[in-house]
């Protein structure tokens, strides 16, 4: 992992729930110090919070919070980019500073026109970073060093996995591993659901579907089997798990997975127009 010399400021422009899980993974893991780091966020009441609960400082002004920035963390959303970063602050940074986006639908190129003349990293987290099991898609530009990269990926591995990849993977990336995580909740809602259905108490039928989405997932990392495998150790000829599987089939939820991820990319497409 990558060490990061005391020196270094990192600034996280904006700083919910995402930027939080970030934050909070370098802290807990010793990667930074509290000193190294500083957030600038609108409310005084965020501020506040941030400040107690993580001794980092904090400011509203999003300009005076990079002057001395080596890594800048863009946590904001994206529809709020070019409201926190306007000219001020791009007149602020220090030509050394790196810039790290987690916002989903802005590219590299966009992200240039953004903050011109800084080397760039695109990255794609997912919400399961604020429990230390986060999946991140990094790619970088080809200002970014090598050992900057490995800082970004330090960062995001102190709260999960992480992997480069080319750009063009990013928007599938994003369909699959960004968004995952709401069909996953999706699932889990139902599969509870239809065990209150089937005579549980509610409570019991929510932690039991949690944890076998989470274990079956965790099979699928460690033994390195394809799922198909996986599913069919426990599916016995003319079981019980092969009647269920048929009605998931007849329900097409192979299809509905399809659509989901190619309404991703649809809507994605979309909101770079």
Not at 47 to 57: F, M, S
Request: hydrophobic letters at 45%; aromatic letters at 4%; charged letters at 20%.
């Amino acid at each position: 992992m990558a060490k990061i010399n005391e020196g270094y400021k990192i600034v996280f422009i904006g700083c919910g729930a995402m930027g939080e899980a970030i934050l909070k993974g370098m802290l807990g893991g010793g990667l930074v110090k509290k000193e190294q780091v500083t957030a600038a966020v609108p409310t005084a009441k965020r501020q506040a919070y941030l400040q107690e609960t993580y001794g980092i400082a904090v400011t509203g002004d999003n300009s005076a919070a990079v002057k001395e920035a080596d890594l800048v963390i863009l946590a904001v959303k994206p529809q709020m980019a070019k409201t926190a970063v306007d000219q001020a602050l791009v007149d602020a940074l220090p030509e050394k500073a790196n810039i790290l986006s987690i916002m989903g639908s802005y590219d590299l190129a966009m992200l240039h026109a953004l903050v011109p003349g800084h080397p760039v990293i695109r990255s794609m987290p997912n919400t399961p970073l604020a429990v230390g099991m986060g999946m991140t898609a990094l790619t970088a530009d080809s200002q970014v060093s090598e050992e900057t990269l490995e800082l970004a990926e330090a960062i995001f591995q102190s709260c999960g996995e992480t992997v480069r990849v080319d750009e063009k993977a990013m928007e599938a990336i994003t369909a699959i591993s960004g968004c995952g995580p709401g069909y996953f909740f999706v699932v889990m809602d139902a599969l509870a659901d239809a065990g209150v259905m089937a005579g549980l108490p509610r409570a019991l039928a929510i932690k039991l579907a949690a944890q076998t989405m989470a274990g079956s997932g965790v099979m699928g990392l460690k033994t390195g089997l394809h799922p198909a495998q996986l599913r069919d150790q426990v599916t016995s000829p003319g079981g019980t798990t092969i009647a269920g599987i048929k009605a998931l089939e007849n329900h097409g939820v192979r299809g509905a997975f399809y659509d989901a991820v190619q309404a991703v990319l649809d809507r994605s497409a979309a909101l770079k127009k």
